[in-house]
Each structure stands twice: as C-alpha cells, then as structure tokens.
C-alpha cells in the first residue's frame, strides 16, 4: 500500500532490471521525480513495489541525488562570455509578448503566443524554401529532397498547435476579442510569402501590405521570382522532359495554372520511377507539402468555426466561408492529374 500522503497527481518511473532486461512500472500517486529532485530516499516506504505481486525491485535511495553533486565542467551561467539565453535571444522573445486587455484576460496570452510560434515556424520554412529554390536552380535534387523533408515536419508542427488554440472557449475568446481590433491572421506577410513560394501567386495581396511599405516590397519579390514548382519544371525542361515552353517561361507574378502537356510529362516519370527517381521523389515530396498544407487550413478552418461560428474575422474577411474557399486552391495541379491518368 502506499502511504496516504502521497495521495495526488500520478507520475510514473519506468524502472529497467539491467540483470534481467525485464521491465517494470510503478505508479504512485505523488509527484514523484519532484520527491526524487529534493532527495527523499525513504518515499514509498524506501522501496518501489511491483504493482501486481508487491516484489521489491530497487530501494528509492538508490535513485537519490541528494549526495551527488554536479559534474565539475558545467558551465556556470555568469562566468560565460555567450549563455544559452544570449544566443537565443530570449529576452526579446519572452518580452515579445504584450496583452492589451484591460482588465487583464487570462487567454490572451495563451493567443498571443500560438500566432507567434506560428510566426517562427513560418520564418523557418522560408528559410529552409529559399535553400530548396536555390538546389533547384542548380539541377540538386537530392539534398533538396531533405530540405522538403524538413518543411514536412514543421507543417506538421504547425497543424498540430492548433489543438492548443481549440482550448479557448468561444465565450473565453469574445471577452477578449475586441482588443484585436482589425489584427488578423490574413495578414500575416510570412504566410503570404510562404503561399507565393509555394505558387499561390495573387497580386492583390500587395495592397494588404501596402505597395511602398518594407513588407510590400518583401512580398513583391516573392510574387515575381519562381515558386518552387515553376523551378522544379524548369529543371525537368533542362534536363530532357518536354516541358510547354510557357510553362518554363512566363510572368512569375501570376497564378499557375493546370497544362495537358505538363501532366504528360509527369505521367512518363511515374511511369519510369527507376529511370527518373529524382524527378519522381521531389514530386512526391511537393505533393506531401501541398496535402499539408491543405490539413493545416482545414485545420484552420475547423478551429476558427468551433470558436466564433459564422462571425466575421476581424481583419474583414467573411470568416469560416473565406477559409473554405482557400481549400479549393492548388499549388501543384498536374502532380493531382496525373493520378488518373496513370494505368498498371
């Protein structure tokens, strides 16, 4: 039995019998590895029970660190010409944040933070598309397709933190919602950078930001460079597919649209794997980014809807109809065509 003042949150400690490889659990109802951090060797009676047969494994004071002390080289914090905390920043970015409700709401900050993580998770894909674009250019498709990987795993990070914003309420959100004033998502430059890289070109996006403003100009370069699938047909152009000649050269600044002749292409390289991996691989890998991309504004979509319903957004746009309008949106058409044109 374990004794009645450890009543509370349940932890558990995976505990491994090196001798016998065999592992067994014990839950307790204490925190433990807080009683383990202040160095209590005689918690649970100074032994750790198999739960079913009460067996004595191991003596909790064999877990105790009240009598070892630190390793020697860790280095101490005010005697480093760089600390951890230097290097990061982190007092610009955990001062970054600055509720504006009065009286003070408690959520707030929660919304604050998810939209600034968020922001440098964009700032990230940016960094790593801009790497892509350039391996691209110059015909290196393998470690591009590691880059793409990387991208992969922070869409997912992205889709998965919307699950943090779900925990506020929707009479938690309208109690604070008024400090937003016309703040919103859409206008969010990196996102809108991250959907030109990607070929969701739309030059009225530049008003949002203004024309002469820094950001403007930012996102200008983004809409008349190549996205990323207009390099990767360029690269197929160069290196032996017949790409449409107004598909390799054309006015960056507008929206892609579906060609019969680009589909062929990518139906004779998914029907030659083997023969054309690289090629194969990379469009795999875009198709991947553009499903993510479309379960995160999904995602989006679905959040939004459970916390404000049918409103508008703040920023004026129409709300859940907006958001659902954007899942109709491609980036890569041909990739999806050629499915049904391929046969065994």
């Excluded at 030059?203 to 460079?225: C, F, K």
């Excluded at 699938?229 to 290196?239: G, K, P, Q, T, V």
């Excluded at 809807?305 to 890569?332: C, D, H, N, W």
Aim: glycine fraction near 6%; hydrophobic fraction near 40%.
């Amino acid at each position: 039995m374990h004794p009645p003042t450890t009543r509370g949150i349940i932890t558990q400690v995976t505990l491994c019998a090196a001798t016998t490889g065999v592992n067994y659990a014990c839950s307790c109802n204490t925190a433990l590895q807080q009683a383990l951090d202040r160095g209590i060797p005689d918690l649970h009676q100074g032994m750790c029970q198999f739960p079913r047969g009460g067996q004595t494994l191991l003596s909790m004071s064999d877990f105790s660190m009240k009598d070892k002390d630190l390793e020697s080289g860790l280095a101490r914090v005010e005697t480093q010409d760089l600390t951890y905390s230097e290097y990061l920043g982190l007092d610009a970015i955990l001062g970054a944040q600055h509720p504006r409700a009065d009286p003070p709401h408690h959520d707030e900050m929660l919304f604050i933070v998810q939209h600034q993580i968020a922001e440098l998770w964009f700032k990230l894909s940016l960094h790593e598309l801009r790497a892509a674009l350039d391996m691209i250019r110059n015909d290196h498709l393998e470690p591009c397709i590691k880059i793409i990987a990387r991208i992969k795993m922070v869409q997912q990070q992205l889709f998965s933190q919307w699950a943090v914003l779900e925990t506020l309420t929707p009479v938690e959100y309208v109690q604070m919602r008024d400090v937003l004033g016309t703040a919103s998502g859409f206008q969010s430059l990196q996102y809108r950078q991250f959907e030109f890289a990607l070929g969701n070109k739309n030059r009225s996006m530049l008003d949002i930001h203004g024309v002469g403003t820094a950001g403007g100009r930012a996102l200008a370069e983004w809409l008349n460079r190549p996205s990323i699938y207009d390099e990767f047909l360029r690269h197929l152009a160069r290196n032996g597919h017949d790409v449409p000649e107004d598909r390799v050269n054309r006015d960056w600044g507008e929206a892609y649209t579906s060609h019969p002749g680009v589909v062929k292409v990518f139906k004779r390289i998914y029907e030659n794997p083997q023969r054309y991996w690289d090629a194969y691989d990379v469009s795999e890998k875009l198709v991947d980014l553009e499903e993510n991309f479309q379960l995160w504004r999904f995602r989006h979509m679905k959040t939004v809807e459970r916390i404000i319903g049918y409103k508008s957004g703040t920023g004026g746009s129409s709300g859940v109809p907006f958001l659902r309008r954007a899942l109709e949106i491609q980036f890569f058409p041909e990739l999806l065509e050629v499915r049904t044109e391929i046969q065994a």
